[in-house]
């Protein structure tokens, strides 16, 4: 099978791990990036890749960057959809710009790319879609609403997505992440860390690698049966 890849917020955190571990197993990498120039910058000295500049919430940026991603490396055979945002607060405090803005890049960012991808694979009758969600999205976060929700979708997506594309030979799967150790945890202090930590049988926080290991395994051959689950990675927070 010709080796392929997007990864959608592909230059830092979980990310920058898969397009490094993709990379290291023989993929040909597009790196998207919105915000975190340098770092793409940086990565693109480390690993062979194209780098692709686009705010997955936005449909003609998105357009965009498959266009160019065809016309440089050709079409994609698999599809990381990992950028995301995530916010903390009560409820009640939501306002509907900002329960707008979660969806728009936690949901509307998958839809965009998943619509790009999609008819190449159709028509070469493989592909593969990885989405990542998080446990929140299974069992729902206080505090992290409109997160939970956001990601709560992404495995409703992925299901039907699966459903529909199996018999053109497409697998779309999610994995749902439990805390990792990247920028997203930064809103947390040191004894809310801790606490995570505690509830998580293996006692440790995860390490983006721990993820982009898992992408690496699910996007190859070895798991050509597997299709439209949802892999936890939370060591034992969510059982
Ligand atoms: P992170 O360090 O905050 O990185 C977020 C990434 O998303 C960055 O690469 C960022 O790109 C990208 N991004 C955000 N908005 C974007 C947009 N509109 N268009 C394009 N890219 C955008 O977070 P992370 O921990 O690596 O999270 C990666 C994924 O894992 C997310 O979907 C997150 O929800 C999920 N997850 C994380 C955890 C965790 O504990 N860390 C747990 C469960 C699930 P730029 O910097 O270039 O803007």
Known sequence: MK????????????GRAISKVLAEDGWTVA??????????LSLSREINCLLVKADVSDENQVSAMFKRIKSEIGSIDLLVNNAGISSYGLFTDITPEEWRKMFSVNVDGV?????????????????CIINI???????????????????????????????????????VNCISPGCISTDMLGCFSQSELDALIDNTPLGTLGSPEDIAEMVCFLASEKCRFVTGQ?????GGFVI
Request: proline letters at 2%; glycine letters at 12%.
């Open 3 to 14: 080796k392929t890849a997007l990864v959608t917020g592909g230059a830092r955190g979980i």
């Open 111 to 127: 839809f965009y790319c998943c619509r790009q991808a999609v008819p190449d694979m159709i028509r070469k009758k493989h592909g």
């Open 31 to 40: 790196v998207n990036y919105l915000n975190s120039e340098e770092a793409a």
């Open 133 to 171: 969600s998080s446990m929140w999205g299974q069992v729902g976060a206080s505090c992290e609403s409109a997160y939970s929700a956001s990601k709560a979708a992404v495995i409703g997506l992925t299901k039907a997505l699966a459903k529909e594309l199996g018999p053109s030979g497409i697998r």
């Open 230 to 234: 949802v892999i936890g990675a939370n």
